[in-house]
């Protein structure tokens, strides 16, 4: 029962470190699944691509989002497109990808693909906000 | 367990369900997904390949043994539904794929026919996107208004709200459920039915969910129309039916057109032919009509009244037991309910809950059930859903129950 939801991603789930609207940001981006209803929104503070985001939904989309933010930190626009395509190949494959960190965490997706876009709904969200930069 | 629940074999029965013996991860494989389709006893599954290896060939034209033979089974099966159903005539069974194109069906051809402009079709706040969805289409192409019958909390017909709906005459037609396939509600289609002719309307019943589970006589209801599925009734997918009164049929135009469904055919013209092989364009799904004639004769031979106890006994266990659950709430609580049993759970999100119960073997459905708009009268935004058939055991309830508990350590 929990080779899926691991100890990291119920952790997250419980005591999210980048949860909640900041202050002041400097761009925003928002993915919603509209089978499950779930929504995410996504804040980002430049320079440094500082993330913080708004999540309702389930424990996957919420600790995936918040472990985003902590693999994005100080990352380029670049990097964050080859660690957002690398995580796609994470939950095609379920092969771990050290480059990865804690989101390899979300591995056990790949046997579950009707929950594959809980996972990838925030990367939309920053990938949206990144456009508006 | 009481007398009624002992002389109800559920292992003979499971034991007619070749899938469940099947493991799901490591583990016995617990399905509580009924609602959204059924399992299929060895019965039908027989039928269908003994129509495919023995007895083959396209219905209704061939003049030669396999296609006759072939028509014999397709039609003793439009026989085999009357009678279940208690229709007053076998011309009064209309083949469709499933409840959906019986009720788009009825939507397409009776509401454009019979129903104005400025006409009003009244749907519940309960019904499936299948008993909406078309009324909504119907409007916004010929006219037609669609007005909505509030539930009370507890999931039930507010009559209040009914009387409302009706009060100015302009409803012409009452399309309803009569089992919610989210809140397990039965609803009262004996008295709406009476309630709709009083007022010069016709009544659709949606009974995908309530043939399953309890006897159902159309002339008894009163139904007009009376739409379901074969495959939440043990059958296959792909054969629906719909039933309609012979003078409403008779005043239908067809809904597709093709072979099959006329009279007489040249390049300028076509006439139809009479209900119920107007509205059966193209070749059926002859394999599948097939199927559901074996479903109808197995349910039978285990009778409904020894199902409804099963099932009634099983629900009364699966809401006390769910009930216990601290945190566990349960949407929906009408006095006359089925086995149909919706929940939310602190900290867990519906499908989180799915998810971990299929790391168990549990099979549960999670989301909003194809009926959104009744969530936000819920106040949720979706639900996670175990639903019974005949074949369930209290066992497997004991298991969900176990299973919550396990989750909630998960997220606690």
Request: one cysteine or more; charged letters at 20%; hydrophobic letters at 45%.
């Amino acid at each position: 029962m929990s080779d899926l939801y691991q100890a990291l991603i119920v952790e997250r789930h419980k005591h999210p470190r980048h949860a909640g609207r900041p202050a002041q940001f400097d761009a925003e981006g928002e993915g919603a699944n509209p089978i499950c209803g779930d929504k995410v929104h996504v804040y980002l503070r430049r320079p440094g691509m500082d993330v913080h985001y708004e999540a309702e939904g389930c424990a996957i989309l919420s600790a995936s989002a918040d472990l985003m933010a902590d693999a994005v930190a100080g990352k380029t626009a670049e990097q964050v497109a080859q660690l957002s395509r690398d995580f796609e190949t994470l939950l095609a494959t379920g092969q771990e990808n050290p480059a990865l960190g804690g989101l390899n965490a979300l591995a056990g997706l790949a046997a579950y693909s009707s929950r594959i876009r809980c996972a990838t709904l925030p990367w939309s969200a920053l990938a949206e906000a990144l456009h508006h930069v | 367990m009481s007398a009624t629940l002992r002389s109800f074999d559920v292992a003979a029965i499971r034991e007619d369900f070749p899938i469940l013996k099947r493991q799901v991860h490591g583990k016995p494989l617990v399905f509580l997904d009924s609602a959204a389709s059924a399992q299929k006893p060895r019965a039908v599954i027989d039928a269908m390949c003994h129509v495919m290896e023995a007895q083959y060939a396209n219905v209704h034209r061939g003049l030669h043994y396999m296609s006759e033979k072939t028509s014999d089974a397709f039609e003793a099966v439009r026989d085999k539904v009357a009678e279940f159903i208690n229709a007053a005539s076998r011309d009064e069974i209309v083949f469709t794929r499933n409840a959906t194109e019986s009720i788009n069906l009825v939507a397409y051809t009776w509401g454009r026919a019979v129903l104005r402009p400025g006409d009003a079709v009244a749907v519940s706040q309960m019904e499936h996107h299948a008993n909406l969805v078309p009324w909504q289409m119907l409007r916004d192409a010929h006219g037609t208004e669609l007005r909505i019958i509030k539930i009370t909390d507890a999931g039930e017909i507010d009559f209040d709200s009914l009387e409302q709906v009706f009060a100015d005459g302009k409803v012409k037609l009452l399309a309803v459920t009569q089992m919610s396939n989210v809140l397990g509600s039965y609803t009262p289609v004996e008295r709406l039915a009476k309630f709709a002719h009083e007022r010069g309307a016709k009544i659709l019943v949606d009974g995908c969910q309530a043939i399953v589970h309890r006897h159902v006589d159309v002339q008894a209801i009163g139904a007009d129309f009376y739409a379901f599925s074969g495959h939440k009734l043990y059958g296959p997918t792909g054969i629906g039916v719909l039933y309609g009164k012979r003078e409403l049929l008779e005043a239908m135009p067809p809904f597709m057109g093709g072979g099959e469904m006329i009279g007489h055919v040249t390049y300028e013209k076509s006439t139809w032919a009479k209900p119920p092989f107007r509205f059966e364009a193209g070749t059926p799904a002859i394999i599948e009509t097939i199927g559901l004639g074996a479903a109808i004769d197995y349910v039978r031979g285990i009778g409904f009244e020894a199902i409804a106890a099963h099932e009634h006994e099983l629900t009364e266990h699966a809401l006390a037991t769910l009930g216990n659950i601290e945190g566990v709430n349960i949407i929906g609580h009408a006095q006359d309910r089925g086995g149909v049993i919706s929940f939310t759970m602190r900290h867990a999100h519906p499908h989180d809950i799915a998810t971990l119960l299929d790391r168990q073997g549990i099979a549960v459905r999670a989301g909003h059930h194809c009926a959104e708009p009744l969530m936000g009268r819920m106040g949720v935004t979706g639900t996670a859903r175990a639903s019974f058939g005949m074949y369930t055991t209290p066992e497997e309830i004991d298991a969900l129950a176990k299973g919550l508990l396990r989750i909630k350590q998960v997220f606690a």
